[in-house]
């Protein structure tokens, strides 16, 4: 990289919600408004946009089932690890379709994807840590501030 050239780091959580693809919406519609402001002068700046999903950590479960049959281990961790990449493929792809609605240029945003596995709060802090990103962009459930942090008032 040139000298003169300038990396912006935005990671984007993304998972199966609505709100997180909404997020994605939201930064992409200012990073098209960003550029299209800049494009007037000599713009060097290039963004590294980091598309990250967080598996959760796998379950863990009994070799019997509810009624007390019992069943294949393997067949089970498969079906899980089956379920989880279609879910990351899925996540992904409709990430793509978000992306190619805005007219982003490919010469100055680079899309990067990343799963991280575990805690979700844990796997994302790491991750914009470790990245050294400048901005997060993450989607809202919808929970206010009371609900997000009135249960930790009530343990106190």
Known sequence: MEGDISMKKIVVAVD??????????WCLGNLSSQKATDATAADTSRTSLVLLYVKPPPPLHSSYDAAGYMFSKNDVVATMEKYGNDMINS????????????????????????VGSGDPK?????????LRADTLVMGSH???????????????
């Open 142 to 156: 919808g929970y206010g501030f009371f609900k997000r942090h009135g249960s930790s008032w009530k343990r106190e």
């Open 91 to 114: 996540v992904m792809q409709r990430a793509e379709a978000v992306y190619r609605n805005f007219n982003v240029s490919a010469a100055n945003v680079n899309i990067e994807r990343v």
């Open 16 to 25: 199966e919600s609505e709100e997180s693809m909404h997020a994605l919406s």
């Open 122 to 130: 844990d796997v994302i802090c790491n991750t914009v840590e470790k």
